[in-house]
């Protein structure tokens, strides 16, 4: 064992958690507030008796830094841990099982020693599918509980890293939801929500959805879908109403102010803060049930307009899913809404199902006779349709073209071997 010194790491100072180093950990970065972290350990009585041991189980054992998930000196100690270090921790009762002990293995007012080792750890998994493509350590707690909202005024200083290598470093004030108006991904602003007022905290991105993906500014000179490192410190944000503190009016003056926001980004070409204005009108007023009936027409006229331009987004992002997803919901509340139904038969078109867009198509023409769009696409529909059996018609032509050679060679293939060994056999009884 190394002759380390020894560190006291109790609150007070009084020797109650201590720690010394075995073998040194590498790199300065130490886990957070949150993160879940992965060890192995063995824990001692004073006399030497082992009460537990994760190498012998030869699983590590993983809680979350912080959470009050283990006893108090292991929340002590860890935090101070390096990736790899190894060390002796030694821990009066009071923070470890104290009185109650924790029978049969540990009697009342035990001190215990462990020899633990920092194998890894993650940061905490705030991505919208749980799929550790956003994680979230915290370096210094905020306000606990007082996050920004969507389209609220922030003000962050952001430090971009990849691989070490630092890429952008600013302070800025943007509405949230906006950020890639400042070159940040859609992972930060993401994790900005749920990052408290006053926090520092490291924000890792990986995959293609939140981070870039093949689309880095040049300037930054990132390769094609790279994990992103952002050191992020919120330093302030104004507070917006929630949908629950609006009244009526506000909510449909809101959502007006936030479709016309976004109108002015896909007339821009920026489709993604486009269709992010359009969703929030969605989840403004989805829920949403007038507390006046004279206000229903107008909510109804809002949040079909912002179903309609996710579409619309939507299928110029090629997401047809979710377009389908999104018509679907007006089609439930208007049957005969030309417009939905036109952007449902472009994405079963997009999808190469001509049969059904050609339904759809059908059925604006049911309600609008002379629409001269849906006839056009009509005849692209089935011109696509001609094609595809064409296609298909000379697929298994050639097939069955191919088939029959490799039968006929087969079939010449046995006559000349049985031929060949008919002669054989004439001349050997001649000799004979």
């Not at 879908?225 to 104004?238: C, W």
């Not at 939905?340 to 997009?350: G, I, M, S």
Request: overall charge negative.
């Amino acid at each position: 064992m190394s002759n380390s010194v020894v560190v006291d790491l109790s609150p007070n100072k009084d020797s109650k958690v201590t720690k010394k180093i075995i073998k040194e950990g590498a790199g300065t970065e130490t886990p957070a507030n949150g993160d879940k972290v992965y060890l192995h350990y063995t824990g001692t009585l004073e006399n030497g008796d082992v009460f537990d041991s994760s190498r012998e189980r030869n699983e590590a054992f993983s809680f979350t830094l912080g959470r009050g998930q283990v006893i108090k000196g292991w929340d002590l100690c860890v935090a101070g841990m390096k990736k790899g270090e190894r060390c002796q921790l030694t821990l009066a009762p009071e923070f470890a099982y104290g009185e109650a002990g924790s029978p049969p293995k540990i009697p009342s007012n035990s001190t215990l020693i462990f020899d633990m080792e920092l194998l890894k750890w993650e940061g905490e998994d705030i991505s919208p599918d749980h799929d550790g493509s956003i994680t979230k350590s915290i370096i210094v707690s905020g306000e606990q509980y007082n996050c920004p909202s969507e389209n609220a005024p922030v003000t962050v200083h952001a430090v971009g890293s990849h691989n070490g290598r630092v890429f952008y470093d600013q302070e800025l004030t943007y509405l949230l939801g906006e950020g890639s108006e400042y070159e940040l991904p859609e992972g930060v602003d993401r994790a900005i929500r749920r990052i408290n007022k006053g926090e520092k905290c490291r924000v890792t991105l990986k995959g293609s959805r939140f981070t870039f993906g093949k689309d880095a500014p040049a300037a930054f000179n990132l390769p094609q879908n790279a994990d992103l490192v952002y050191t992020i410190f919120l330093k302030t944000f104004d507070k917006v109403k929630q949908s629950w503190e609006l009244t009526d009016e506000e909510k449909v003056q809101e959502a007006e102010k936030i479709r016309l926001r976004g109108n002015d980004f896909l007339k821009q070409g920026k489709l993604k803060l486009a269709l992010n204005k359009y969703l929030s009108v969605v989840n403004l007023l989805e829920y949403s049930t007038p507390m006046d009936e004279k206000h229903k027409e107008d909510f109804d006229k809002q949040l079909i307009s912002g179903r309609l331009n996710s579409a619309l987004v939507h299928l110029k992002l090629r997401e047809t899913a979710e377009c389908i997803k999104q018509i679907e919901k007006v089609i439930e509340k208007e049957p005969k809404n030309v417009k939905a139904l036109y952007r449902l038969a472009q994405a079963f078109e997009t999808r190469k199902d001509y049969d059904d867009a050609i339904r759809e198509y059908k059925k604006i023409l049911d309600i609008e006779p002379d629409n001269k769009a849906a006839q056009q696409q009509i005849l692209v529909c089935n011109a696509q349709i001609a094609e595809l059996r064409a296609l298909e018609k000379k697929r298994y032509h050639n097939l069955f073209a191919k088939l029959s050679k490799d039968d006929k060679a087969e079939v010449n293939g046995e006559h000349s071997a049985s031929t060949s060994n008919g002669s054989a056999s004439e001349t050997t009884t001649t000799t004979t």
